[in-house]
């Protein structure tokens, strides 16, 4: 189960994985969502939709925020190629958690299926 | 790290060299046709690409010519459609693609201490394709018969009834051949990375132009399956009237588009991410100093692999879908901007702490910074929909993406040429006439494409043939056109200069940069083995740590230095540590390569005269080539048919578990599943989307049947998984009659399927819901066919003795083949009988 | 930087920023001379959603240029010759302030920016609810031409083909879709474009600040006849509007087509050769190419190919194959030019 420690390089893609996951969930979601019960436009951004998505972002932005803190600390243990892979991996963690909270602050203020 | 077979014998270097050259030289006259050398193909490649690239450029002239006065007739417009969409079409898919990964091809196994990719006949099947289906695209524009509907080739205008002729066809046919180039390209690139780098060189130490690469032939494996499929689609609903992108059947013209840009992005950064690699291997050279910030880099590198997969309804933003979800796409492309930032400041940061100077190389390489951040930022302003509404489709975004492909991909190429050039030749260029030609094509580029940004801002739309006097854009285009003349002068001088230096430039002193990386360890120009022994590398700088190293290697005192075995041999090794695991012994020269490629161009052909039943005769005298091809491994005649190696080296990788093939599998499947994916997104986007869409009210496909196929392909991946288990035990009693029961039952798995077909009575010409249905249980059909095929070779292996404990190699790859068919079996049953009972219509 | 000496300068390009500078001059120097305007300019809003865009743009052009200038300066300046001696940890830290500095912070910051001031830009052009809900414009583009729909005119719906009137000082709602292939509806200088798809109905919102005329070309790919697929726009004040829409009113048109006897021939031409293609009111119902019923009246024929003048239409009917290559009416050779004559004389007359 070497895979499942943060030296081991899978984790160079995991991070970014776990934000593409977000991202196709989101659209996809919010597509479904629009074509088959879209909200009234009146309620703006105020809507369960919105909620649901921003809910979905945040925990995604929490779970990679630990993923990435999980690295950090790991990498403080090794040295050579498991530090390598450890802290690039905790970077691209930490990249991916400002990428779902970056991507999803238009879920704040957008109306959702206009 | 203790290196295995470290030679204590001293070589007389001739004599090794004499006898590696007759292993690995290539033969001349007709049968240099069979070469499957990485060099010669390399080379081939660029070579090709240069000549695409010389046709691409003609038609930017024609285009240039034609608007730089309102009003013109100097082509109809017909003719003009023609020669935009060939000029978008070549320069991407003929130029842009092939080039790059020729350079690849040619440098990788150099600089990763490899002797050759770990697929050579692929490689050569990989060109023979690029080459058939660039000559039949580009023959398309002599008999005026060229696809003319935008290299987008957005349905409608591209299907049936809006371009009857058969412009479209050599468009969708033509490409999809040249694809399988690229894919066959990208995935012995990413295997060759992984399994193939020298002794010692661990993931983290290997140079970041492999890193570079590897990302890149990963997008190309995961990014070209979906614009494949689009083409499959397309090329269905023009042939034979499946209604895939046509509303009136139930399908929709806007799934093109996404199928086409889920691709069409990625290839942006496909093709900027080699150039953004040959900047980062330059400039720590011509700095003097390492690169700071390797990981940086390695981080940049994933980022923007996996974030330009996300951006791709940018080009989409005009299509009216909801505005929260533009914005998703809106703010992911502007994430785009970190990755690059970051390399941007990491190549500056390495200027600003080395000793840079201004070499011929570093001239093209300053040309592409400011190119490339003009084109990035306003690519960033693009990515903000508003303005993307305004400028969509005009003048500006032709700026833009000039500015981000030329800039980007053009200028680090002709860097990397002129920095790699005494390598290609033993020459330097000359610092005179590249120094005018630099110039003259920055100019010219600059004068060319910065004013285009107003003519678009006037309001001027990309690709309209001819514009009215009194629009204001007259002097802007005259401007634009001046400046492209001078810009093509540049280039020719450019071209005019590498031609000249083989035959006129000075000999190169060995390593003439003082560059870091193994390939400055070939002697110039290289031999075709390309190393006498191979190092133990534990370095980012073998050749600035141990400048001596190039006359070792020559003189034999590393690894490898054997060929009185007569195998073409290389070290595979672990992917992560680059720790020896076995020794890669790889085929020879092939016909084979060439008479498939040749057989699929006749599939080709006859598709695009509608011959179909020729087709389907070359289809599967194109398979009895490539099945011919595969008997040529492991433990036959031909291959390595004696396994001796010396005391204490590693074993052949065909006497192991875990040779390259498996990956090379397993990326295939990769490819495979992208297309697979591609295919489900379709389905379920027509559902859910398409205003005409209409599912039967009862479902047609029997849950029965399905689910009795789908307990028969597993069962047969089962058995296969068995007989792995037994093999990995060193049993292998009863292995040939278990590949024919495996075998037997995928045959019944294809019965089922076949007769649930029939039994559906689909009218796929009526409505699209059966065409996507029908695709599917096609797909599904022909990898079932595959799996029987290779399962009852083995079989036949088995009998000849090529496949047992004592070669234990092949089932592995062909079970897994049928691990995917089992979950590609069971998302289809999911998608196509049971999701419509449970959710209806 | 010093000069050493000529043979050295030559391969020096510091030496060429002079000639670079004269040239940008140059090239700045046209662009205000020619100016922003131009009816098809976004530099030149007439309207709320275009007048934003054009902030935006002056903005984003101001930060990039300052980036790209800065980002050449520190990559020239790096070439600078120099000798100075620094520890790994000197370099660390300064590569470190460079990398994080430039690729972190730099970006971050410049596209939270960016996405904070440009998302309530676009929301302008959203169709969201309005207390009063505004004029409803249909537009549908076709190989190489638009028609052009008000369902909500007061008296019943109005139809036109290849002019587009709107009321200005008031939010249009502009419902847009493809008759074949895609096109693209885009008026510059009142705001962004949208895609006119086959099967489906896009909408945006615009508005004209004032009574004005504007440029608008189809934007998409659509064919030979892209280049010449125009659309004229005329935002009028709101009662002039009413009035327009009135006149347009079938039982109107169809009166001024029928009357005038002296026009007999003509008509019975038209319904030889072009009534199975072309609507008049009261005449014809052809629905494949422009309806017809007020051609008179506007200002441009074939969709901008040819302005309209006396005599015009005659003109455009022998001669638009050459006007506006490969468009689908057929070319007429086959009658007479009288015949044509005849017909564009009452075609014109048809103008309420």
Known sequence: MERLNFTHPIHLTVGLTLWSLWFVGVYSGLSVACAVAPPAPEAGAVTLLNAGLGMISLIFTAGLLLLAWGSFQVAKQHRGRQHFHAVVSGWLYLFSAFGVAFAGLPIIAVPPCL | MKSVNQEAVEHDPQQLHDDLHDIWGNPKGLKALTIVNHTTLGLRFMITGMVFFLIGGILAMLVRTQLAMPDQDFMSPEIYNQVTTMHGTVMMFLFAIPMLEGLAIYLIPKMIGARDLVCPRLTSLGYFCYLFGGIILTSSLIIEMAPSSGWFMYTPLSSKEFAPDLGSDFWLLGITFVEISALSA????????????????????????????????????????????????????????????????????????????????????????????????????????????????????????????????????????????????????????????IQVFVWIATLWLGKPKMKLPMLWVMGFLIIFVCGGLTGVMLALVPFNWQVHDTHFVVAHMHYVLVGGMFF??????????????????????????????????????????????????????????????????????????????????????????????????????????LEWANTMPPSAYNFVSLPNVETRHPLWDDPNLPHTMAEGKHSLAVASHGRREMWGTDPITGKVREIIHLPGNSWWPLFAASAL??????????????????????????????????????????????????PLHSRTMDGPGLWAMGVFLIANGSFFLSYLFGWFYLWTVSPQWRMPETPPLSLMLMGAAGVAVFAGAVIMEKLIRGLRQQRDAG?????????????????????????????????????????????????????????????????YGYVGVHAPFEPGVVALLWRYNVVVFGLLIGALAVLPRVIGG | MRERNSAIAIHNPSSRWGHRITCLMGICLLISVAGCSGDRSILDPAGPAARDVRLIWWVMLSFATVVLLGVTAVWLYAFRPRSVERTAAQERRIARRWIIGGGLVLPVASITALLMFGVPAGQRMLPLPLSEPPEVIEVIGHQWWWEVRYPGA???????????????????????????????????????????????????????????????????????????????????????????????????????????????????????????????????????????????????????????????????????????????????????????????AWLETLSP
């Open chain 2, 186 to 341: 990208g995935v012995e690139l990413v295997v060759s990375i992984l399994r193939t780098r020298t002794q010692g060189m661990a993931l983290h130490k290997m140079p970041l132009f492999a890193w570079y690469i590897l990302a890149m032939a990963l997008m190309i494996v995961v990014g070209f399956p979906p614009l494949i499929l689009g083409s499959v689609l397309l090329e269905l609903e023009r042939a034979v009237g499946m209604p895939f992108f046509q509303i009136a059947g139930g399908g929709d013209p806007v799934l093109w588009q996404h199928l086409f840009w889920l691709f069409g992005h990625p290839e942006v950064y496909i093709i900027f991410l080699p150039a953004a690699g040959i900047v980062s291997t330059l400039i720590p050279v011509f700095a003097g100093r390492p690169i700071v910030g390797y990981g940086w880099v390695v981080a940049a590198i994933t980022i923007m692999g996996f974030i330009s997969f996300g951006l791709w309804v940018h080009h989409m933003f005009t299509i009216g879908i909801p505005q929260l979800a533009q914005a998703f796409f809106s703010a992911a492309s502007m994430l785009v901007a970190v990755p690059t930032a």
């Open chain 2, 412 to 517: 680090p190429l002709i860097a990397g040429l002129y920095y790699w050039l005494p390598l290609f030749s033993g020459r330097m260029p000359s610092e005179n006439l590249g120094r005018w030609g630099f110039w003259l094509t920055f100019l010219g580029f600059n004068g060319t494409f910065l004013i285009m940004h107003w003519t678009g801002l006037l309001g001027m739309p990309r690709r309209i043939y001819t514009y009215e006097a009194g629009s204001g854009w007259e002097i802007f285009n005259l401007l634009s056109s001046i400046s492209s003349f001078i810009l093509s002068a540049g280039i020719a001088m450019v071209l005019l200069d590498i031609a000249l230096h083989f035959r006129f430039g000075k000999p190169a002193k060995h390593n003439p940069w003082n560059a870091d990386t």
């Open chain 2, 601 to 650: 161009a006749v599939v080709c052909l006859s598709l695009l005269t509608r011959v179909y039943l020729l087709a389907g005769v070359f289809v599967i005298i194109a398979g009895i080539f490539l099945l011919r091809w595969s008997w040529e491994n492991g433990a036959h005649p031909n291959a390595a048919p004696d396994a001796g190696v010396k005391p204490g080296d590693p």
């Open chain 2, 735 to 799: 292995l040939g009659a278990g590949f024919y029961t495996a075998a037997a039952l995928g045959a019944l798995q294809i019965g089922l399927t076949g007769w649930a077909l029939w039994q559906a009575e689909l009218s796929p010409t009526q409505t699209s819901h059966d065409a996507v249905m029908l695709v599917g249980l096609a797909y599904a059909l022909f990898h079932g066919c595959l799996a029987v095929i290779l399962t009852v070779l083995q079989g036949l292996r088995v009998g």
């Open chain 3, 154 to 344: 007061e008296g019943g719906e109005v139809v036109t083909a290849n002019q587009l009137v709107m009321p200005a000082g008031e939010p249009v709602d502009f419902h847009v879709s493809g008759a074949d292939v895609i096109h693209a509806f885009w008026v510059p200088r009142l705001g962004g474009k949208i895609d006119m798809l086959p099967g489906r109905v896009n909408k945006i919102r615009l508005e004209a600040d004032e009574p004005a005329v504007f440029g608008a070309q189809c934007a998409e790919l659509c064919g030979v006849g892209h280049a010449h697929m125009h659309l004229y726009v005329e935002a009028v004040p709101r009662d002039e509007f009413d009035a327009w829409l009135m006149a347009r009113q079938e039982t109107e048109l169809s009166e001024a087509a029928t009357q005038a006897s002296t026009h007999d021939g003509a008509r019975e031409a038209f319904m030889t050769h072009c009534a199975s293609c072309h609507e008049v009111a009261g005449v014809s119902q052809g629905r494949v190419g422009p309806n017809l019923s007020d051609v008179g009246s506007r200002t441009m024929l074939g969709a901008g190919a040819m302005p309209m003048e006396e005599g015009a239409i005659s003109q455009w009917l022998q001669n638009h194959q050459t006007l506006k290559p490969g468009n689908k009416m057929p070319a007429h050779d086959d009658i007479d030019t009288d015949t044509l004559d005849a017909l564009g």
